[in-house]
């Protein structure tokens, strides 16, 4: 599977945007990337993945470049909540390869 | 609930001893992971199950440690003669093999501590 780059945190206000860049410049084409966080003593959390649209649900927004060589995760109105560890990985999807390899992630810091 | 379910939430056990974590995957997933986290890392994979078939192993997973899921549904790690540097978040997941890009779904975990 392709790496993926974060930052190693950033923080912002509680009620404002929350934009978390992922690069991931050897992504192959048959490749999805997806988001995950993880509070404070609990597992990951699935929140949203994409292949090449840009991809929205209840959680987050998620927008992949043209030549899908970064994304970003969009958390509309952060709350102190959101503080956690967000992962961006890159999985190949094939039967025989199917597992998720992490990062250490970005940790968001959602200041009140 | 009918997310994972992981079983003990905590353990503390003493080095040399054997220990076995449980893990109840969300009903119809017949994926199902092992991964350890150790502090300010992201999860390592150990392991995974389609159905009850192991089909893929980490080198992290040395002979001290078996997984099993004998009847495609829960499956049992178990950890023999721990050593200190088990001490870990151990993670359990759950996916979909119908569709190609279906998530993992995680547990909470289970804690160990190795005294």
């Known amino acids: 599977d392709a790496k993926t780059t974060q930052p190693p945190s950033m923080d912002c206000a509680e009620g404002r945007a929350a934009n978390l860049p992922c690069n991931h410049s050897?992504?192959?084409?048959?490749?999805?990337v997806y988001w995950y966080r993880q509070i404070h003593s609990q597992g990951p959390q699935y929140i949203i993945h994409?292949?090449?649209n840009n991809e929205t649900n209840e959680m987050a927004s998620l927008i992949i470049t043209e030549d899908r060589k970064s994304s970003t995760l969009i958390l509309p109105h952060a709350t102190l909540r959101d503080t956690a560890v967000y992962y961006c990985i890159v999985r190949v999807n094939t039967g025989a390869n199917s597992k998720l390899t992490f990062g250490k992630g970005i940790t968001l810091s959602v200041r009140p | 609930d009918t997310g994972v379910s992981q079983n003990p939430r905590h353990k503390i056990t003493k080095r040399g001893q054997n220990v076995t974590f449980r893990c109840d995957p969300i009903?119809?997933?017949?994926?199902l992971y092992w991964y350890r986290q150790t502090l300010g890392q992201g999860p390592e994979f150990l392991t995974y199950f389609q159905n009850e078939a192991q089909l893929e192993k980490s080198r992290l997973l040395s002979d001290r440690f078996s997984a099993e899921r004998p009847k495609g549904s829960f499956s049992t790690l178990e950890i023999q003669r721990t050593e200190q540097g088990d001490s870990a978040m151990y993670l359990c997941?759950?996916?979909?093999?119908?569709?190609?890009?279906?998530?993992?779904?995680f547990g909470n975990g289970t804690r160990l501590t190795v005294t």
């Open positions: 997941a759950s996916s979909l093999s119908l569709l190609w890009n279906s998530p993992l779904h």
């Open positions: 994409g292949l090449k």
């Open positions: 009903s119809e997933h017949n994926r």
């Open positions: 050897t992504i192959s084409g048959n490749e999805y």
